[in-house]
């Protein structure tokens, strides 16, 4: 467990990020595919049901020894949440209300926001979509791990501990690569949680605010679902900085694993990744695939050339317009 990985920076790159380019050969080739574009009139309902079971959660762990709290709260309660920070993502992309309502999607994330108990959706909205559009830029995408982090973590046992404090790491990560001013929504997205977590508190007791708060932080670190954070832009292999995932885990994750469908077409809601990939399945079908999260996290821990350095980065040039 102690093998040191040899990688001690990241994997600079001198070309744009692959996406853009693919998205244009491609609506060139299957302009039908812009038909796919827009909301998703299933995802708000689909989004009031999760927050509905999470609310009848609550409610029935409050009289449950403490071991069932918490294992309930590993079982369910952590898939549930994990599941609505990717619902989360998805309204970020507008894809409950559309373009045309931005705002409605603002408060619409910070509805789904509530039994995750971490108030983050505002700051998600902000940094996600820099990440699409800079993707590995240098000082601006937040999805790519600290010079700390690639480091530190560069051990078997150390990049296990790391995986298990993903959550931590992806909510510091933005106050040390690209701070930003506080936003109104932030603010109000403070608010509304805080005032939710103390209400759940002040009517049933304790056993439900942990199960709301572990489930998130658990469900974000050693979890099978996690998987996707590594799967996504990790480079197992030299040369390729987006992975999709064709397995079982996108009926509960909105099809992030549809990964490079999603890069090459952020507008489209996880729902019609799949058509995307049907349509244009000769640009897809080449490219590296996963069928498992769980075997992903397995072989980023066991594989002494991967460390959170693993990651393509780029210099950016001209204007970088920020959220």
């Given at each position: ?5 040899p ?37 708000k ?14 409610y ?21 949440n994990?599941s ?76 296990f ?23 109104q ?52 292999l ?30 489209i ?36 050339t ?18």
């Open positions: 467990m102690g093998n040191r990985v990688r001690e920076d990241y994997e600079w790159v001198y070309t744009d990020q692959p996406h853009a380019d693919r998205r244009k050969q491609i609506l060139a080739k299957y302009p039908e595919i812009k038909s796919l574009m827009g909301p998703d009139p299933r995802l309902w689909i989004v009031c049901l999760m927050v509905a079971i999470q609310f009848l959660a609550f029935l762990i409050k009289d449950l020894d403490w071991k069932w709290v918490l294992f309930w709260t590993y079982t369910f309660g952590s898939c549930v994990h609505m920070t990717l619902a989360i993502h998805e309204i970020s992309h507008n894809t409950a209300f559309g373009n045309n309502k931005a705002m409605w999607n603002r408060y619409f994330a910070m509805f789904a926001n509530l039994p995750i108990g971490l108030p983050y959706s505002a700051s998600f909205k902000r940094y996600h979509l820099d990440h699409h559009r800079y993707l590995g830029g240098d000082g601006v995408d937040v999805d790519i791990p600290t010079e700390f982090e690639g480091w530190f973590f560069c051990t078997r046992f150390r990049k501990i790391w995986i298990i404090l993903q959550p931590l790491f992806y909510a510091v990560r933005p106050l040390c690569i690209n701070p930003k001013p506080i936003s929504l932030e603010i109000t997205n403070l608010l509304i949680q805080t005032s939710f977590n103390v209400l759940l508190f002040w009517l049933w007791g304790a056993k439900p605010v942990v199960y709301m708060l572990a489930g998130s932080l658990l469900g974000m670190g050693l979890h099978p679902i996690s998987g996707h954070f590594i799967a996504e832009h990790y480079m197992f030299k040369g390729h900085e987006t992975y999709s995932y064709y397995g079982s885990l996108n009926l509960l994750t909105f099809n992030v694993g549809y990964h490079n469908e999603h890069h090459d077409f952020p507008s809601p996880g729902r019609r990744l799949p058509m995307v990939k049907k349509i244009a399945a000769e640009y897809y079908e080449g490219l590296p695939q996963y069928t498992s999260w769980v075997r992903v996290l397995y072989d980023f821990i066991m594989d002494d991967l460390s959170p350095y693993s990651r393509v980065k780029r210099k950016l040039k001209g204007d970088v317009k920020q959220e």
